[in-house]
């Protein structure tokens, strides 16, 4: 099967299962080699079910990396509307990467395999840290310059995907990943040492079930 994402894929749902099971073959096997009949067996689904649901199986790599990872953004964001600080923001949504992944390990592995090479996978992993990166430029809580952005997605991409290795491996306890990384960058950003600290301790808020 052929798994090559494409930027013009529109958003069509998989159903929870054959998501989870493709997810899971993705990260164990690689984009290139999951048959439809591996694909039916790990969703414990038939294969009419998987063309019923997908008649182009060459999408499904692009569907479930949209799909799983824009779930935890969306669920992200929504907890975080009514906080107006991007410094909280930003903390906030690393904490929820890190507690994803310590709960779903296969979530975890896929990520790591895939967020580096999937162009569709970056930008939904980078995407909502873009804007709060330049909200709090605008706004004077980060003392960096607008051209650093590019250069600070850069370092949080490969920073998340380096806490979330440590904590799948079983290196890191997920807060502890958690925390450190926020405030690692809160500081780099230009917080108050000790304010960053104590943003980066702070308990996450709950997001809502899917």
């Known amino acids: ?39 039916a067996q790990a969703s414990g689904v038939t294969r009419a079910t998987i063309y019923n649901n997908c008649p182009d199986p060459t999408r ?3 569907l479930v990396a949209h799909q799983l990872v824009t779930e935890l953004r969306d669920s992200i964001a ?4 009514d906080e107006a600080d991007p410094a909280v923001q930003l903390a906030t949504g690393m904490g929820h990467f890190l507690r ?20 569709n996978l ?7 840290p873009a804007t709060i990166v330049r ?7 980060f003392s960096i310059r607008s051209d650093q952005v590019p250069a600070v997605l ?27 990384l926020a ?4 500081r780099a950003l230009g917080v108050d040492p000790q304010e960053a600290c104590e943003i980066a301790q702070r308990d996450l808020p709950e997001l809502a079930k899917g």
């Open 1 to 39: 099967m052929s798994n090559t994402p494409s930027s013009s894929d529109a958003p069509v749902k998989l159903p929870r299962k054959i998501a989870e099971g493709a997810l899971r073959l993705f990260a164990e096997r690689g984009a290139d080699k999951v048959s439809i009949s591996a694909l």
């Open 60 to 62: 499904i790599f692009s």
């Open 78 to 81: 929504e907890a975080a509307v």
């Open 100 to 119: 994803r992944a310590h709960e779903d390990p296969v979530w975890g592995a896929f990520v790591l395999r895939f967020a580096l090479t999937t162009e």
């Open 122 to 128: 970056r930008s939904i992993l980078l995407g909502h």
């Open 135 to 141: 909200q709090g430029i605008v706004e004077g809580r």
């Open 154 to 180: 850069a370092m949080i991409g490969g920073a998340l995907l380096g806490q979330i290795w440590l904590v799948i491996d079983g290196h890191a306890p997920w807060r502890k990943a958690a925390a450190d």
């Open 183 to 186: 405030e690692l960058f809160l």
